[in-house]
């Protein structure tokens, strides 16, 4: 346990998704089992072999100023609605210092991406080929920075604890959330607003994605090319949009009186030392997390009623997942729920774990388990309930549930929320 085994507390929740502009709209689809994919209009995707995404169920911007948008990455812009919703979920009425329930000396930002700008990068490329160098953008760099999406939403909160930008690939929002965690448990700060954003649908990284044969070719059927854990998987579906937590005290949320979603218990970390893109096959290293959260937590595995799977819809990587949990959890694994929010939202990403921390979060508030869609021919190595066809309800008293995340590169993180 830290020295100081602050309890942690989550009392804010914001997200922007293909499933909806905003944390209550995103639920519902999720809750629903409406899937985000859609087929990608425009030339420039015409002639890829993946022409489908999950593209933003609300465009940034139509929501934002235009003068603020255009000095925002896509990525920022995402990121910077999802942490408004979540700031003002969790009862602050303006930036730290202006609303006194909150010292900006001890309020921090935590916001991951696994790519940054790379849109704004790309796109000012092909300014400076086409128009010349006159006419990039000052804002390119600003723009393109890994950090700007956390750096953005520090200026709109006014946070002076710290901001900062894990980079794991697809685990970075998910790291995220722990750092975050780690800067209340060790005293750095009493508040932070954590999270990931992702805003990577462009030709370069979706052509790249594809050639690594990465991604679903099911163009023809977009709705149903997300499938974890189906014997017909063949890959992910790229998504976009960010998911923010406000985490807090639980001390601090008291003095002011706040609503508490849940507890955050930790967080486990591993790597993998296998390969730069490939799953270890065993699922070695994430089973070492998970064992990892459970020796740094109180957390016991009989009380872990719902789990939200990384399981992108690779055949390797759903495997490999449920072998682990298999191999830590053994027979309490029978009474977990498990959702893979991805069959909805596709893969967003540095963006995963923000999202799917909300999702988590939601599922112990409301105690219901969204469906996996697309599950027609469940794998026979998928030794574990998935919750399929419609949402569950979750037991009573007090449960806790899971939220992994895993990137290229052997990235690992696994976090734990409870019930209060």
């Not at 346990?1 to 309890?7: D, G, K, L, V």
């Not at 960010?242 to 003095?255: D, I, M, Y």
Request: charged share 20%; net charge negative; hydrophobic share 40%.
């Amino acid at each position: 346990m830290s020295p100081t085994n602050r309890t942690v507390v989550v009392t804010g929740i914001g997200a922007t998704t293909p499933l909806g502009g905003d944390s209550a709209s995103t639920w519902e689809g999720l809750l629903a089992g409406r899937s985000g994919v859609r087929p990608l209009e425009g030339e420039r995707f015409a002639n890829l072999p993946v022409r489908i995404a999950a593209t933003a169920a609300v465009d940034p911007g139509d929501v934002l100023p235009r003068p603020l948008a255009r000095k925002l990455d896509r990525s920022a812009q995402f990121a910077l609605i999802a942490a408004r919703e979540a700031w003002a979920d969790a009862g602050f009425t303006a930036r730290a210092g202006e609303d006194t329930s909150v010292d900006a000396d001890r309020l921090g930002t935590v916001i991951a991406s696994g790519i940054g700008g790379v849109t704004t990068l790309l796109d000012q490329y092909d300014v400076l080929k086409e128009r010349g160098e006159r006419r990039v953008s000052p804002h390119t760099v600003p723009m393109l920075m890994p950090n700007s999406p956390s750096a953005n939403v520090s200026l709109e909160v006014g946070a002076r604890a710290g901001v900062h930008t894990p980079v794991s690939a697809c685990a970075s929002g998910a790291e995220a959330v722990g750092y975050a965690v780690e800067m209340i448990r060790t005293g750095r700060a009493d508040v932070v607003v954590a999270g990931g954003t992702e805003a990577a649908i462009h030709p370069l990284p979706m052509a790249a994605f594809a050639n690594m044969m990465a991604m679903s070719k099911n163009n023809e059927h977009p709705t149903e090319a997300s499938r974890p854990y189906d014997k017909g998987r063949d890959g992910f579906v790229m998504g976009e949009g960010s998911g923010v937590v406000v985490l807090e005290s639980a001390e601090h949320a008291a003095k002011r009186g706040a609503r508490v979603y849940c507890e955050v218990l930790g967080q486990g970390l591993s790597s993998d030392a296998h390969h730069i893109a490939q799953p270890e096959p065993t699922g070695r290293g994430i089973a070492k997390a998970m064992q990892n959260l459970l020796d740094s937590s109180d957390l016991k595995p009989a009380e872990v009623a719902h789990l939200n799977a990384h399981a992108t819809s690779t055949p390797q990587g759903d495997v490999a997942e449920i072998k682990a949990l298999r191999r830590v959890l053994g027979d309490d694994l029978d009474h977990v729920a498990i959702s893979a929010t991805k069959s909805m939202t596709g893969h967003l990403l540095g963006g995963a774990g923000g999202i799917e921390t909300v999702a988590t979060a939601l599922a112990l508030y409301h105690r219901v388990a969204p469906p996996t869609i697309n599950i027609d021919d469940l794998d026979e190595e998928v030794d574990a309930d998935i919750v399929r066809g419609e949402a569950r309800p979750l037991p009573s008293g007090t449960i806790a549930a899971i939220n992994n995340s895993f990137g290229f590169g052997g990235h690992n993180v696994v976090l734990a929320l409870r019930t209060v």
